[in-house]
T-cell receptor, first 116, second 116 residues
């Protein structure tokens, strides 16, 4: 079964500091991994994805994520956090070998709070 | 704006009732997904339709059903509503082609359902 885990319910960081939101996955074979962000009272917005190739993936709003196969992780990072980055972040996985269509399996989400 | 629209934005109803949520995918997207977001269950995949046909089922209750029409809009029908059905219901769409498993999904703003 495919799954992702986000071990932190909340991450607090000061504005200007680097941020990391953690995600680990469990998939048989090579996974397709995604990060989404949800602002209050809004839908999910796509940030970036890892399919294959370079382990460092660059996405929207200055975010990037590092795929680490040996640690089965896909942590979201940003070199310098902004107050406006405060939101709920979701990691998701799609098993390329799954027969369950193309649905995404989401983690529980991590609330990021960036303080001025 | 993702290009995915959902109506209504809010819905308040009573237990035992039936409601219909509507979703219009992005122009050109053939696949529609429905997700439920609640505090205790997180984001859960319900069902996927592709070009009018059911493609995959997730954790969808038997009281819930969906369909996709020839113009590609989709409706999610929830019947015999219970208090626990109160949640945010998202629709997402994606292009489904040869590399479909690599495609990100684009989410609508959601319908907040409150069952009293």
């Amino acid at each position: 079964a495919q799954s992702v885990a986000q071990p932190e319910d909340q991450v607090n960081v000061a504005e200007g500091n680097p941020l990391t939101v953690k995600c680990t996955y469990s998939v048989s074979g090579n996974p397709y991994l995604f990060w989404y962000v949800q602002y209050p009272n809004r839908g999910l917005q796509f940030l970036l994805k890892y399919i294959t190739g370079d382990n460092l993936v660059k996405g929207s709003y200055g975010f990037e994520a590092e795929f680490n196969k040996s640690q089965t992780s896909f942590h979201l990072k940003k070199p310098s956090a902004l107050v406006s980055d405060s939101a709920l972040y979701f990691c998701a996985v799609r098993d390329p070998n799954s027969n369950s269509g193309y649905a995404l399996n989401f983690g529980k989400g991590t609330s990021l709070l960036v303080t001025p | 704006d993702s290009g995915v629209t959902q109506t209504p934005k809010h819905l308040i109803t009573a237990t035992g009732q039936r409601v219909t949520l509507r979703c219009s995918p992005r122009s050109g997207d053939l696949s529609v997904y429905w997700y439920q977001q609640s505090l205790d269950q997180g984001l859960q995949f319900l069902i996927q339709y592709y070009n009018g046909e059911e493609r995959a089922k997730g954790n969808i209750l038997e009281r819930f059903s969906a369909q996709q029409f020839p113009d590609l809009h989709s409706e999610l029908n929830l019947s015999s509503l219970e208090l626990g059905d109160s949640a945010l219901y998202f629709c997402a769409s994606s292009v489904v082609g040869l590399a479909a498993r690599r495609d990100e999904q684009f989410f609508g703003p959601g319908t907040r359902l409150t069952v009293l």
